[in-house]
């Protein structure tokens, strides 16, 4: 379970890094309190910022603690259809299955990349916290495809700083119900956590920045397949922005789509590829860029609505 502390910014951290008043308040590494602040599990004054906001004096923090089970590595475990796209000294890049989270997390009892790769005999980064050493950005457990881990220090801290920076070349495939007008264009809203619900993300007043860039690949009679370039990376980000904009991704039942239209294509879970990733080679400094095909289910249900 998750330990959720609400308490006020005493005198001695005034006008501090919310990321800096994190560690020194709680005893955690800077590094951990600006991942848990990168989550959303941190909020000032009710509101989810960035880690670089400063605090005051008799402010509120709301601050959702790990689980204190979450300490040493999960044990190695075999993923069934974690495959590996590329591998060298420094990264290893995977193409990541359903149902498969990133790494161990408070609440998550199934499978994960790190397990896998741990399975397969791969020692990861030893930067950040234990139980996602070696993990520089995530997907969702119902996104498949393209995801890459660093394996040495020097790997880590560049992929961090290249994400951080949006130096890395995100593409995304997605199937929406109806058909974005315009036919190509950006979504800037900000994301942060859903005003009635934990487990949910919303364009919210006050949430983190966030853009998606699409364009329009194919349109079918009941959908859009759409290219997605992201320029930031929120969680849930594409699937919360298409819903906003009332396309939400085909079989994401959170985000409002249709079950029936799911249920008729064989959907069980969004229909959101990580499809492409693009970035600078920690070691050479050439461009590395990695495919990944799309998987089995979300083959069918594009054939499937192509034939309608």
Known sequence: MSDTRLLPVPDGLDGLRLDVAISRLFGFSRTA???????????????????????????????????????????PEAV???????????????????????????????????????????????????????????????????????????????????FKERTVDKRYSALVQGHPD???????????????????FAVVAG???????????????????????????????IRVHMSAVRHPCVGDLTYGADPTLAARLGLSRQWLHARELGFEHPSTGEELRVVSPYPADLQHALDAIADE
């Open 182 to 200: 315009p036919t190509r264009g950006t979504i800037d809203a900000p994301i942060g956590r859903h005003p009635s619900s934990d487990y949910r």
């Open 80 to 162: 069934d259809g974690l495959v590996v796209l590329h591998d060298d000294d420094d990264v290893v890049v995977v193409d990541k299955p359903i149902g498969v989270a990133a790494h161990p997390s408070p609440g998550w009892t199934g499978p994960t990349v790190t397990q896998g790769l741990a399975a397969m005999g791969y020692r990861l980064s030893s930067h950040g916290p234990a139980e996602r050493q070696g993990i520089v950005h995530r997907l969702d457990a119902g996104t498949t495809g393209v995801m890459v881990v660093a394996k040495s220090d020097r790997a880590y801290t560049h992929l961090k700083r290249a």
């Open 207 to 237: 949430g983190r920045a966030s853009i998606t860039h699409y364009e329009t690949v194919e349109a079918f009679r009941a959908a859009t397949l759409l290219d997605i370039h992201l320029e930031t990376g929120r969680t849930h980000q």
């Open 33 to 75: 309190a600006a991942d848990l602040i990168d989550e959303g599990h941190v909020s000032l004054d009710g509101v989810v910022t960035a880690r670089s906001a400063k605090v005051c004096t008799g402010s509120w923090l709301e601050v959702t603690l790990p689980s204190p089970d979450t300490g040493p590595p999960a044990p």
